[in-house]
């Protein structure tokens, strides 16, 4: 089976929430910030962090998926949904080094 990649987009709740979330959302980015570390550990995770857009900062990560439904597990069971949502779109290729 080929591998497929997707690029993933976590759009923050608001424009300021780089600059101005609470502690208690700094909590839920952490928890999330160890999420994707420990399956990009796990191989499933090529690149995530952080935008500076001067727009609006927000989450850029591209991983390995075997589906659709399986990204949607992934962004399920990230605590940074609590409080934040994303958008994914499947890539047609991807080179890595």
């Known amino acids: 089976m080929d591998k ?3 690029a993933l987009k976590l759009i923050p709740n ?3 929430f780089a600059q101005d979330m609470t502690d208690e959302e ?4 952490h928890q999330h910030v160890a999420y994707w570390k420990a399956l990009m ?4 995770v090529v690149v995530f962090g952080p935008v500076l857009d001067p727009k609006e900062v927000y989450g850029l990560g591209v991983i390995e998926a075997e589906s ?16 934040n949502t994303y958008e994914f779109y499947p890539m047609r290729a ?3 080094s």
């Open 26 to 29: 700094r909590a839920v980015m």
């Open 68 to 83: 659709d439904d399986e990204v949607k597990t992934f962004i399920a069971k990230d605590p940074a949904i609590k409080i």
């Open 4 to 6: 497929k990649y997707y």
């Open 94 to 96: 991807i080179v890595k």
């Open 41 to 44: 550990d796990k191989g499933k």
């Open 14 to 16: 608001r424009p300021s």
